[in-house]
């Protein structure tokens, strides 16, 4: 069994998956957790082709007691718990007028409440363990400053931000650390999704809908999910250990604070 076990939600596709990816590489056994379960077995068995250790597990994050039965059976299933990764999330785009009492409640409970709960149960599990854990929550760009027509979106993303600096400052005591990763515009089914939109609206197609995003970009390109993974790999790792409450910003230099 592998020494340390992680567990990524989203980690199905796009930067869930790279980050999976890259935890296995770096000796994680991964827990590859999703509401996609074929898609994250799709995933794990990738990983175990490639000579690492993986499980798919199937959840809905917003489920608090299915996240903490989740954590229960991968510590059981891979021998420990170290790190969990709360990477699920919704994107969409929400000019003011079109935010609903249902579209709230949704995108706060994936996003806000499913990182939430893994924060919940992570630190249950490593307190069981007496584990010195490491908590990675997904903030965003768009969590650092408000973009255009992502009201909703940027409201969770800063409230991760906030939730990252709490958990860090309530579990620094028991060596428990939290802290968030901000990606800018990553090339994942997500930011596709938001490039057609922004094409459709301007009567122009996906590709020029993405290649709006990359002019404020210092480095001149879109991310790849590995960019971002390489940062999470950081923070899951022991070179992070002096390192909490504090949101590493992944955009290619989009902002400069
Ligand atoms: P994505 O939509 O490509 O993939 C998200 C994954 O999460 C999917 O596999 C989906 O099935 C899973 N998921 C969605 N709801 C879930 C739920 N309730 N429970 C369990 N799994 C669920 O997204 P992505 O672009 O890879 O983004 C991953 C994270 O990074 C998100 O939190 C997103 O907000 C953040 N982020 C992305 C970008 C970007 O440019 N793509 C930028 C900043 C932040």
Redesign the pocket.
């Known amino acids: 069994m592998a020494e340390k076990v992680a567990f990524v ?10 980050i999976s990816k890259r935890l296995a590489k770096d000796g994680f056994a991964v827990a590859v ?4 379960v074929d ?2 077995g799709e995933v794990a068995q990738a990983i175990k082709d490639n000579g690492g250790e993986a499980i798919a597990i199937k ?5 608090r007691e299915a996240f903490s039965a989740a954590v229960d059976e991968v510590a059981e299933k891979l021998g420990s718990f170290d790190v969990i990764v ?6 969409p785009t929400t000019p003011i007028d079109t935010i609903t009492p249902e579209l709230f409640d949704k995108v706060m ?3 806000v409440a ?1 990182t939430m709960w893994g924060v919940q149960a992570a630190t249950r599990k490593f307190r069981e363990l007496g584990k010195k854990g490491k908590i990675i929550n ?6 650092v400053v408000g973009n255009p027509n992502l009201m909703l ?1 940027s409201s ?2 800063f409230a ?1 931000r906030g939730l990252t600096q709490v958990a860090a400052r309530d579990l620094a005591a028991e060596g428990i650390t939290a802290n968030a ?14 490039a057609h939109q922004v094409g459709k609206n301007a009567g122009k197609d996906d590709e020029w809908g993405m290649s709006t995003f990359s002019k404020d970009i210092a480095l001149g390109r ?2 790849e ?1 590995e960019d ?1 993974a390489a940062a999470v790999a950081f923070l899951a790792g022991p070179d992070s250990n002096y390192i909490t409450g504090q949101t590493i910003i992944v ?1 290619g230099g989009m902002q400069f604070h």
């Open positions: 939600t989203g980690g199905a596709q796009g930067i869930g998956e790279a957790v999703d509401l996609n898609k994250a959840l809905d994050v917003s489920d709360n990477n699920a999330g919704l994107g409970h994936i996003n499913g997904a903030a965003s760009q768009a969590g979106y969770t993303k991760i990763y901000a990606p800018g515009i990553v090339k994942t089914p997500m930011m596709l999704d938001i879109l991310s999910p971002v955009d």
